[in-house]
């Protein structure tokens, strides 16, 4: 059945899957609101959002890649003291070959010192990125070529210090940075193999070949060692961020983009819906086909949902038998009526357990910011009450927030009657 504007998510791969999250996420912070007006945010919200943005500010060193980064960083930095260190046991050992005046050895020494001291050690509370990293390298790679020139060329004990830059690089930033600094590597070494006074014909190539090849064979086997590493890494994220059953979000990496999208929603004062999704009869069919047949409920009812739903849209398992949407600019009607296509959907859907045909139906609770509730923040909270009421009033239905608050007002108004009537009652048999 043709429905406007949805289309099927791919589902094939986790790293797909995230993937499509991660993205719509993005978008949030992209999308230009057509009113950037601050009429519609209350005192409480502003209050509430600049809380969370200096919250967000707090926890970076949380970030799981500037962690990561930061840790990079440090040990590229022990790796460049480490380096000059060793350039200078070289030149205070007796015996040694240095071609430059002692002065112009110990200001380059001094000065890469200070670059150091002065690239890592200021500004320690900003962010790191491996571009910084990447010219920590190439400025190694400056400084070592300067070395050399001065203690002997190619012929320098020293050569071998290329392997530092060589193995840093191979596992910290990726192959096309690594890829380039060998290059520049094997550009210095010839050049530095024409100032000793090598010929480039075809046997003095060939000999420089060879001698150079284990720069090669090293940044392979790092690189190829570093992307293991971090594909492992990446897998094991996938595998923590979504459910098992279903490839969907779990509750872990659904908050996060949650609060994004809150955070977005006020700030451009854009609409938000939530929507709560939880499955009537999932403990019926458990007892009654056993919970293979239960879990093939789950699966079947997280693939309809993702039918139904839009790519931009956030859909996660949020725990058990109930799942919850994101649905980022989008009305309370429009909410209402995706909910309703929704149930009617899961309505119609059924699965084959052991030759038996097993249907089942969904409760959805939808809250809408800003058209029923004022604090973005609360729209969890206020899904789930509208959940609820679908679940006291008969379930198989879509509640909106506002209907749940107009029957609850309904419910206090009869309860209040109905009690006064009977005071009134009790009343009247007394005074007889």
């Known amino acids: 059945m043709f429905r406007p504007d949805y289309t099927d998510k791919n589902t094939d791969t986790v790293k797909c899957h995230l993937a499509s999250y991660i ?32 919250d967000r500010e707090q926890s970076k060193d949380l970030n799981i890649d500037q962690i990561e980064l930061k840790g990079f960083s440090r040990s590229l930095t022990e790796i460049e003291f480490l380096l000059l260190i060793l350039v200078i046991l070289y030149i205070v050992v007796p015996g040694t070959t240095v071609t430059a005046e002692p002065f112009w050895m110990t200001l380059s020494m001094l ?62 930033l990726d192959k096309i940075t690594t890829t380039l600094e060998i290059i520049l590597i094997f550009a210095v070494y ?24 284990p720069f090669v064979l090293v940044a392979y086997i790092t690189t190829m060692l570093a992307s293991d590493v971090h594909y492992g890494k990446m897998m094991f994220k996938a595998l923590s961020e979504t459910d098992e059953m279903t490839d969907l979000l ?18 451009y004062n854009q609409p938000l819906s939530v929507m709560m999704i939880d499955a009537d009869n999932l403990k019926e069919v458990n007892d009654k086909f056993g919970h293979k047949a239960g879990d093939k409920l789950i699966v079947t009812i997280a693939g309809t949902i993702e039918d139904c ?23 309370a009607t429009r909410a209402k009526e995706t909910g309703e296509r929704l149930r009617s959907a899961v309505e119609n859907t059924s ?30 909270e206020k899904a789930d009450e ?13 509640t909106s927030y506002s209907s749940a608050q107009v029957a609850s007002s309904v419910e206090h108004v009869s309860s209040a009657k109905l009690y006064e009537v009977k005071q009134g009652g009790s009343r009247k048999t007394d005074k007889t």
């Not at 006074?197 to 001698?211: L, N």
């Not at 089942?360 to 004022?374: K, L, Q």
Request: net charge neutral.
């Open 351 to 380: 699965f084959d357990a052991d030759g038996k045909k097993i249907k089942s139906t969904v409760s959805i609770g939808i809250a809408t910011y800003p058209d029923e509730v004022g604090n973005v923040f609360e729209l969890l």
């Open 386 to 398: 509208a959940l609820y009421e679908c679940k006291r009033t008969g379930r198989n239905r879509v």
């Open 23 to 54: 993205g719509s996420s993005n978008q949030f912070i992209s999308v230009k609101a057509e009113n950037d007006g601050k009429g519609g945010k209350s005192r409480n919200d502003k209050q509430e959002f600049q809380m969370r943005s200096q």
């Open 111 to 172: 000065a890469y010192a200070v670059f150091v001291l002065g690239f890592n050690y200021v500004n320690l509370d900003t962010p790191q990125y491996a571009w910084k990293l990447a010219i920590e390298t190439w400025v190694m790679i400056i400084f070592i070529t300067w070395i050399l020139w001065n203690t002997g060329t190619i012929h320098s004990p020293l050569l071998n210090l290329y392997l530092l830059v060589v193995i840093s690089s191979a596992i910290t």
């Open 309 to 331: 739903l839009r790519t931009s849209d956030i859909i996660c398992r949020y725990g058990g038998d109930e799942f919850v949407a994101l649905l980022p600019q989008l009305q």
């Open 190 to 213: 010839v050049f530095l193999g024409a100032k000793s006074g090598i010929e480039y014909d075809m046997a003095g190539f060939s000999e420089t070949m060879v001698y150079f090849s």
């Open 250 to 267: 779990n509750k872990r990496s659904f908050i996060p983009m949650f609060n994004k999208a809150a955070e977005v929603a006020m700030k």
